[in-house]
């Protein structure tokens, strides 16, 4: 019986770091021999980093990474590697290289190019009509393949076809919450149907928008599970198979769905700062929820003496939210300044007055005060060099309910795809993990309020969240009409409210910084609306 | 000898408005009749407007598309519609519907899917692989396509084989400088090589970063021009074709390309601000040539008593400055505030001093005063509702020289593709056209100053800009490297510092409002680099 040891080295790459990609390979290339593997996979362009876009349109990167290709070739042994790179032809090809003793052995083109959600792979590659080769490693017949190849029946059928003894697959899959149990179950159907074992690599780590939540696994030719890797962290997963037997491997546990979520908050945060050459983050603490979640992901991200927090209290901020950041920051173990805006805020009155003459604060002056914050928080950061975070929830970005410029300002917008429902979900699984009052209870439980003019709630200008965020789910992820979210029982004047102001505030989110993405559909390159638009919804 | 009449009528549709864009359809499909059209065809998805981008992947879109298809073409009698609309069958398709005598007779399905530069189309739309049925009008042989179809020999070929006698191709092509003598060219061979005359029409007007420019085509069997449209105008271009001889109509002049790129500024201004419901515009004057080049764009597209000028002097702002944005103004007709923001900047300093305590001034103080300023205009616009018009051109765009939240704060970045070289001529084109000094003479002569510190000037930061921007068009537009610009001649550590430069103010230009594209690259949806990226350029 032929037996063979795969290594599915699931790296974080960095986004044009061709060099630092392929050293990160061959170190793990190294690893896994050592470990006594046959085979070493690579996730899908693990040498350019996934997705480098528009990179992809310069001729000199494309020979770079096929250079650097080159070189990691030169370096293997007789232990077999499959590893991503884009790949200059007749035209540009989504490829997987095969190498060993020195060499590149040969080639597979991806089929499947995904064009739709986050995707742009059309915009890019050229689709392959071709199964691939099978390659030989120590006597058993290896089929590659690569991420969306699999998820139709298509390829992989042909390669069992041709006698296939084991499919690898080369990803990279982003997350989003529900992603993986999708995934397993994909993955389970398609291994049963063509009775071959697959081995399914995934890259690590965020890139922008995107995090890639690793999670590599193994089934048997029967489509059980054999072997999980680490969710949100390098991993290198050994899997022994005994072709035509059994498949067997370490199974890493699944994270808890709102803990899952938290790790890729943590994670994407990580990334985007320290990827960008940042090291400290900057946040205005408010006293509220989405400000403590986010203070604390940083923390978790980047250690508390790489956060610091800054304080912006107004002459509306309550005595409560003040006690409430400080008494965040005390847990967090977060330094924090003290600014209180009052001096510029009389400064822009007095300026304006003349201007204003006659016409009562409105809108326009709460405006004006989220974005002295938004101007002091970039103040400071250009001063000390430390990235903001700026804390808005999905609620908010759907909705408008943010001030541009003001708290929409920063680097990177940690929460920006969680809803309002979710934050309190997080903070309170945070709470319950951390086996203390991480965030404080009062923040928990307290109304929440942007504290923009005296005793102002966000029930003023929105339904309460728990009826919100069901709406904007309906109409942002799924695409659902008024009259579609009315049928399935929402109040229809509520949704129409609520569609208007998704639409309306498209232009808002245009400007907003990036943020992890942790849903089926977030705002960025997600969902691609046009500003001007008269369709009602 | 058989004879038509084709009505080739060039509108403006708004995305979204679906029954609005059927009512214009139809208007001047009357008038056209009343000219005694055989065929009148209008622009490619007329019904929905281009591009409607994610509202295609709403089901209730597409449904509610088609129906008001039916509806016009319900209304049709004898004379023949050719228009644009998504079709969902099997697959989404961008298709044409052939209407008259109130039914749709057929449909022609796009086949060559563009999904490069702005392009998205294979997100949404599936290719047809089928030439598509002639149309018999008045006893000739017409054959439709649509857009990219005649970029490529292919289709016409197959048409003109099947027995087309005309080849109508719908449009929504967008502008870029330098885009009309291209498709001039590519029509003339298209028709020599397959003998038929072609029938060009194309969508025009504004939609978010994009601008239609019309300039409708006809062109005979030998592929010479015998009609052109109005550019950046509505127009219905009345074609008479004697089949096997010749084909007639109204040749409209080209703008010449300096003042091409003005009108393309004007209309992608008018209706962005227009179709947004705005009908006024805000813009913080400095004395600069931007500045005022902006506000001379936006009287020509909103009209004076439509546009509003804020001075927001600071302690460095020069008197020649002030002078300079007054007489601006006063040429101009434009209503102006001066708010001198001093007092601002002396509360920042003051509430900020505690933590910058020991540090000396630098770029934040610089940014600081920018923000005040963007927080400036930003509260006017929020109390009166006029949109904010920001002033960055393209070699600022591209270099970073900007301040996030500050200048580059706004609804629309009316010149953001236009490298500060253009500006100058398009100014003194302005001037010259004028017959007198619009733009103040003395705003032209001077050195280009943020005035942000004191005696600052661009080039203490940047390159002049007649090194600078050759540099950005290769790099950004030409996707060459750094060594490529260097054998070309220019000087490599400078090119490698302006390289360095585009690349790492990627997240700037995440970060800023849309603008009119008048490049063959803009920054936008026409490239798209990672922000997280370590590829050296």
Request: negative net charge; proline residues 6%; contains cysteine.
């Amino acid at each position: 019986m032929s037996r063979l040891r795969v290594g599915a080295a699931q790296l974080n790459a960095v986004v044009g770091d061709l060099d630092g990609n392929a050293q990160r390979a061959f170190a793990a290339y190294q690893t896994a021999r050592a470990q006594g593997c046959d085979l070493v996979v690579f996730p899908e362009l693990m040498v350019t980093g996934y997705p480098p876009e528009d990179l992809l349109l310069k001729p000199a990167f494309v020979a770079a990474a096929s250079a650097t290709l080159a070189k990691f070739a030169a370096r293997t042994g007789d232990c077999v590697a499959v590893i991503g790179f884009p790949e200059r032809a007749d035209h540009l090809y989504n490829s997987a290289a095969v190498c060993a003793r020195g060499q590149i052995l040969g080639v597979y083109r991806k089929q499947l190019l995904p064009n739709y959600s986050v995707f742009d792979e059309q915009r890019y590659f050229e689709a392959s009509t071709e199964t691939g080769p099978l390659f030989d490693v120590g006597g058993v017949k290896v089929a590659v393949s690569i991420c969306e190849d699999i998820w139709e029946p298509g390829p992989v059928v042909a390669m069992a076809a041709s006698g296939a003894e084991v499919v690898v697959n080369i990803n990279a899959s982003p997350y989003f919450a529900g992603r993986l149990p999708e995934r397993e179950a994909m993955l389970t159907g398609r291994a049963a149907q063509v009775s071959v074992p697959i081995v399914y690599v995934n890259l690590v780590g965020g890139q922008d928008e995107l995090v890639f939540d690793g999670a590599s696994l193994a089934f048997d030719d029967r489509g059980r599970l054999a072997a999980r890797a680490k969710q949100f962290d390098e991993d290198l997963l050994v899997v022994d198979l005994d072709i035509g037997s059994t498949v067997r491997g370490r199974i890493e546990p699944v994270l808890e769905p709102v803990a899952e979520v938290y790790e890729a908050l943590v994670l994407g945060t990580r990334d985007y700062v320290r990827k960008n050459g940042f090291t400290d983050a900057l946040i205005s603490l408010s006293g509220g929820i989405d400000s403590s979640l986010v203070a604390a992901v940083a923390v978790d991200a980047l250690g508390a003496e790489h956060v610091h927090g800054v304080m912006l209290p107004s002459r509306y901020s309550s005595e409560g939210s003040v006690a409430d950041a400080i008494a965040l920051t005390e847990r967090l173990g977060v330094r924090t300044y003290t600014v209180p805006i009052e001096p510029a805020q009389a400064a822009f009155e007095k300026m304006l007055a003349p201007v204003f003459e006659g016409r009562p604060p409105d809108v326009a002056e709460e405006n004006l005060q989220a974005r002295i914050r938004g101007n002091a928080v970039m103040t400071i950061s250009n001063k000390f060099n430390w990235m903001v975070l700026s804390c808005g929830n999905k609620s908010e970005m759907a909705t408008g309910y943010a001030t541009l410029y003001g708290d929409m300002a920063g680097g990177f917008a940690v929460i920006k795809d969680v809803p309002k429902t979710l934050v309190y979900a997080l903070c309170r699984d945070l709470n319950t993990r951390a086996g203390r009052e991480l965030i404080p209870q009062a923040v928990l439980d307290k109304a929440p309020s942007a504290e923009l003019r005296p005793d102002q709630f966000d029930t003023d200008s929105l339904p309460e969240y728990d009826e919100l965020d069901p709406i904007i789910e309906g109409y942002v992820e799924g695409d659902e009409t008024v009259a579609e979210l009315a049928a399935r029982g929402f109040d229809e004047a509520l949704a129409r409210r609520v569609a208007r102001m998704v639409d309306a505030n498209e232009y808002k989110r245009r400007q907003a910084p990036p943020g992890v993405r942790v849903s089926r559909k977030a705002f960025g390159k997600d969902r691609r609306p046009p500003i001007t638009n008269r369709w009602p919804g």
